[in-house]
């Protein structure tokens, strides 16, 4: 179960100023959550590390602009990682994902749904995504847990691109009205 | 070109980008926009919170006890590091107090503006009791009591500057409110940036007859700009 935000707060915000033994428990409480977030989308440990010691140094030096009634500190740090995964494999020529690395992603696996079940403030989000379809499911559990994009989702579903993409986006759509049912919806 | 006036394409490449799957020129233009567009900034805001718990259900893998070295090692050594925290005296005492201090602390610093904060505290327990805040070039000072049990019937407590060789000079009183104000003769940076510690004592109601301080100083602590 992800590291509460009530005991993440206050270690941020001794972060934040200065603290560096505070820093050295949020690194303790977090790193194992952050790095296997980062390994699941880059897929080598040497990257994962590089990425999840960039990322902690930014946290370091920008715990300050976190704000708490923004988003849970969690959001805020996994949303960090994500990003510069994502933006890693940009670079030129990162791992390739040829059909062999395809195939070793596990098709059918939106990660533990049980684990998110478990967790009060996860609870809605994994009933949301297991009444999604199952196409739709997928797609966004390969492309958020395993990094893919659109086409490789394309690649690995065996489907052509455009029916991807609007299960990607139906989906999103939907995930957003179970978890909001009061948000209005956009025309 | 940009997405301002189409809310259905900016949710969805919000949305997209979230999630991942926006990609090369398209994630690097979004990036773009994010920098002068806030409200698309708060449409990502939204959908991280709505997707980044998913994270909770990858398994946590440990990294090799490397990386953390080598973050310490970019952050470099600790020494050149300004801890306000440690001027403030706070490592000594006891950490579920010293949070709240700082959790009070934290929402007064704008971030990129100078402060100073000063955190009294019972010289007996070294429990802080007070955090008093002001802005570098404000004129008030934000007084937050954190034990409201320091006040005593039928007395007044009074706020101190003790500035660098000099006499103490009279803030105000302790508001018995949890959180109050008290008016600087001039903007922080003028009237605290020589004054290193304050102090409060127990005066008779209505504060100090005198100018100076009569009673017993009760809680001292440093007060420090932090920026």
């Known amino acids: 179960v992800a590291p509460s935000a009530q005991a993440l707060e206050p270690l941020l915000a001794r972060t934040a100023l200065g603290d560096r033994a505070a820093f050295r428990e949020l690194y303790q409480a977090t790193a194992s959550k952050l790095f296997g977030v980062a390994l699941r989308i880059l897929r080598r440990e040497d990257w994962a590390e590089e990425v999840l010691q960039e990322c902690y140094v930014s946290f370091w030096r920008h715990a300050r602009d976190y704000n708490a009634g923004r988003a849970a500190p969690m959001t805020w740090m996994t949303s960090i990682v994500r990003n510069r995964c994502l933006d890693w494999l940009r670079r030129p020529n990162p791992e390739p994902l040829d059909d062999e690395a395809l195939q070793e992603i596990e098709s059918d696996n939106p990660g533990p749904l049980a684990e998110l079940e478990k967790g009060r403030d996860t609870a809605a989000l994994a009933r949301c995504l297991r009444g999604l379809e199952a196409k739709q499911r997928q797609a966004i559990a390969l492309a958020f847990f395993d990094g893919l994009s659109h086409a490789e989702l394309a690649q690995h579903l065996r489907e052509p691109l455009g029916t991807v993409k609007t299960w990607v986006r139906r989906g999103l759509l939907r995930l957003r009205s179970c978890l909001e049912p009061a948000a209005k919806e956009l025309p | ?227």
Not at chain 2, 88 to 96: I, V
Not at chain 2, 173 to 185: D, F, H, I, W
Request: hydrophobic residues 45%; glycine residues 8%.
């Open chain 2, 1 to 227: 070109l940009n997405c301002r006036g189409k809310p259905e394409l900016r949710e969805r490449l919000a949305a997209e980008y979230v999630l991942g799957t926006l990609r090369g020129r398209a994630r690097a233009r979004l990036q773009r926009w994010l920098r002068d567009d806030a409200e698309l900034a708060r449409e990502v805001a939204r959908w991280e919170a709505r997707l980044a718990p998913m994270a909770g259900a990858v398994a946590p893998v440990s990294p090799s006890a490397r990386v953390w070295q080598q973050i310490e090692n970019r952050l470099g050594s600790p020494k050149k590091t300004f801890s306000l925290w440690k001027a403030l005296g706070l490592m000594a005492s006891g950490a579920a107090a010293a949070l709240v201090a700082v959790a009070l602390l934290l929402p007064l610093l704008q971030p990129g503006s100078a402060a100073y904060i000063a955190v009294l505290s019972d010289p007996k327990t070294n429990q802080p009791v007070l955090v008093a805040t002001a802005d570098a070039k404000g004129t008030v000072l934000r007084v937050n009591t954190l034990n409201p049990a320091i006040h005593v019937a039928d007395r007044s407590l009074e706020l101190w500057a003790l500035p660098r060789g000099g006499q103490p000079r009279s803030l105000g009183l302790v508001s018995r409110e949890e959180r109050g104000t008290l008016k600087l003769a001039a903007a922080a940076d003028k009237s605290l940036s020589d004054v290193p510690a304050l102090a409060i004592s127990l005066e008779p109601r209505g504060g100090s007859p005198t100018g100076q301080p009569t009673g017993p100083v009760l809680y001292t602590g440093p007060c420090v700009k932090y920026w």
